[in-house]
């Protein structure tokens, strides 16, 4: 991997944190309407896995998916406009921020229902098969998926079918509330894609170097054996499930001990700084991102609102 | 024109979709070499080849699911559910995401898919294998629901859904895929504008008898009674119940006063119960000259014996009496 490589995984990791720290500011301004689901603290994942695709690679993605849309090239200004339920959104305000899809750059969608895009991503793939395209679906689910009755028919039916999909599921530790280890049947969740004759690999996934040179590979593996295959990334997220959590399930220990120890940005920024990358590149990269942020976020807030057209007719196409 | 069954005719249908879409491809359990547990795929996939014809593992879900999937990535799927009540299992990928999709990505995707199903009663298949659920999707947002009720308008209505670019819920009473008659096998339509109305099967002007699938042969058949004498009874069959036609029906009604409601399924939350209030909140609620009734299956799980089953489900002599009942009162 070149430097420009690495400064842009560093880019983007940046982007989606400020992306998600300004959501958290404009939600206690008052100025969101409904929750979200933030992934600060998984960056790595999001980040390696998407820029290790190619632009007409697809993704499926979750309802913790602002760092999935923006990696596969969505705009900031777009998806704040989504979340603040202007015209410009991606959904014309009609996903918010759990639904966001951006077809453009190949993001299929986010979605709400855990393990939903599972099913989803295999048809993604079947038409890629169909259409004898190089291409692979890359979905990605939490590891509260793991227990759906959809990931086991999805996996089931994609190495049955040979379908170009990259399962990757990002292991934050918690479904919700509930502790993957205490979820999970026979402890490990890359285990089970074995079970359905897919390969698969548990990697770490806050350090963004492991996920994007994995996911590269895969890739690459995918494209000449047109086989699916599955990673296990295993990360976690600092803030809440949702706007509405207590934390009452895990101790401020355990969430420092990720947060000084692991973080994904730091690491990587001190990786790049022994690679003996000058500080001020870095420095300027963090003025860049915060502009755009910056500007992004004011460009939504006086952006005209979605008008009140005929829902019922939008309802069909 | 042909003779033929609607099994026979809903297979044409599906030949014509496969050869004028190459990205048509279909998928559901048996539909290969066992050519569907009622034969209507039969024969297709020495046709078309396992690459367009997929057997799949009994795993609705992922059925219906990769239906969404491929449907928002340039394909055109028609799956199948072998019994429709198995179609409870396929519920995430149908209710929440095929219907909501297009809307939920502010119009950025459709998603042009075909669920077929088996539905209904009278084979003995016992309540597992026999319900009539089709108003369970006129509830959700986003979804079509197709019930044709014999050869002809079972293959026009297939191809309507096929150029129609929403999901459509394609219910087939399993009563009717041996009903035989002519067919005109008609080209591709252009658009799907078949879909959302109901037919007048019968002219008349005394009562008026809605109903859909199957039970629309049994009320067909129940009005020959000789016993009903010079009444002039007008049927009309729903074909599309969402979106439903209920202003014909109000038109209907309008001119013969009266309206009664037949089905299969049991009244709660139905088809027929949303009906009535369509049109008693109508302006043919002036001219009713008494309460419209529904005749509709008993709230009960079906039972598996003859004389039990059809003691649930509506029959002729039922629709008999309860005509000459609502044809008393003046």
């Known amino acids: ?317 | 024109m042909p003779e033929m069954t609607t099994g026979q005719a809903i297979k044409e249908a599906l030949s014509l979709c496969l050869d004028s879409n190459e990205t048509t491809f279909m998928a559901g359990e048996d539909i290969g070499v066992y050519g569907g547990a009622f034969g209507v795929t039969d024969g297709l996939l020495e046709k078309y080849g396992e690459e367009r014809i997929k057997d799949t593992p009994i795993s609705e879900d992922v059925i219906a699911g990769l239906a969404v999937g491929a449907a928002i990535t340039g394909s055109k799927p028609i799956v199948e559910m072998q019994f429709s009540d198995f179609i409870v299992n396929a519920m995430d990928p149908i209710v929440n995401q095929a219907a909501k999709l297009h809307f939920m990505y502010g119009g950025a995707v459709n998603v042009p898919m075909i669920v077929r199903g088996a539905s209904g009663a009278g084979t003995g298949a016992a309540a597992q294998h026999s319900q009539s659920l089709e108003s369970w999707f006129c509830h959700v947002p986003g979804l079509k629901v197709v019930t044709p009720s014999n050869p002809q308008n079972a293959y026009d209505l297939l191809l309507a859904s096929f150029v129609d670019l929403n999901p459509i819920i394609f219910m087939e009473h399993k009563l009717i895929y041996k009903l035989k008659s002519d067919v005109n096998l008609g080209p591709m339509p252009n658009d799907s504008s078949a879909l959302g109305k109901s037919k007048v099967v019968k002219e008349g002007s005394d009562i008026t008898i809605a109903s859909y699938s199957n039970m629309v042969n049994t009320v067909i058949n129940a009005t020959k009674d000789e016993s009903l004498g010079d009444y002039s009874i007008e049927i009309i069959d729903l074909l599309t119940l969402s979106p439903l036609d209920s202003e014909k029906i109000i038109e209907s009604v309008e001119k013969t006063k009266k309206l009664l409601v037949c089905q299969e399924a049991p009244a709660s939350s139905s088809i027929g119960s949303t009906l009535i209030s369509e049109v008693v909140s109508s302006r043919a609620f002036r001219v009713l000259t008494q309460a419209p009734e529904i005749l509709a299956g008993l709230h009960s799980p079906m039972p598996s014996a003859k004389h039990l089953e059809t003691t649930v489900i509506p029959q002729e002599e039922d629709i008999v009496k309860k005509i000459k009942e609502m044809m008393s009162y003046e």
């Open chain 1, 1 to 317: 991997m070149n430097q420009e490589n690495k400064l842009e995984l560093y880019r983007m990791m940046l982007l989606i944190r400020l992306f998600e720290e300004a959501l958290e500011e404009m939600f206690s301004r008052g100025l969101l309407h409904g929750t979200m689901h933030l992934s600060i603290g998984q960056e790595a994942t999001a980040t390696g896995a998407c820029l290790a695709l190619e632009k007409e690679d697809l993704i499926t993605s979750t309802h913790r998916g602002h760092g999935h849309c923006l990696a596969k090239g969505a705009d900031p200004y777009k998806m704040f406009a989504e979340l603040l339920g202007r015209e410009d959104g991606y959904c014309r305000g009609r996903g918010g921020s759990m639904h966001i899809a951006d077809l453009s750059n190949g993001n299929l969608g986010a979605n709400g229902i855990v393990a939903g895009s599972l099913t989803i991503s295999v048809g993604a793939a079947l038409s890629l098969q169909m259409q004898n395209t190089d291409n692979i679906v890359l979905c990605f689910f939490g590891d509260g998926a793991v227990n759906e009755g959809s990931f086991h028919e999805a996996l089931n039916l994609a190495s049955l079918w040979d379908l170009p999909v990259l399962f990757i599921c990002e292991n934050n530790q918690y479904g919700m509330s509930m502790a993957s280890e205490n979820a999970v049947a026979g402890g490990s969740i890359a285990q089970r894609a074995e079970s359905y004759g897919i390969e698969s690999i548990s990697i770490d996934g806050n350090d963004v170097e492991e996920v994007y040179n994995t996911v590269s590979k895969f890739k690459d593996t995918i494209k000449s054996s047109k086989k699916p295959m599955f990673i296990e990334s295993v990360t976690y997220r600092y803030r809440g499930h949702s706007k509405s959590d207590r934390n009452l399930y895990r101790s401020s220990d355990e969430i420092n001990f990720w947060k000084d120890e692991k973080d994904p940005l730091k690491r990587f920024i001190g990786k790049l700084t022994e690679e003996k990358i000058e500080v001020e590149t870095l420095k300027k990269i963090e003025t860049e991102v915060k502009e755009l942020i910056k500007n992004s976020v004011k460009k939504a807030l006086e952006s005209p609102e979605s008008p009140k057209t005929n829902l019922e007719e939008d309802s069909y196409a």
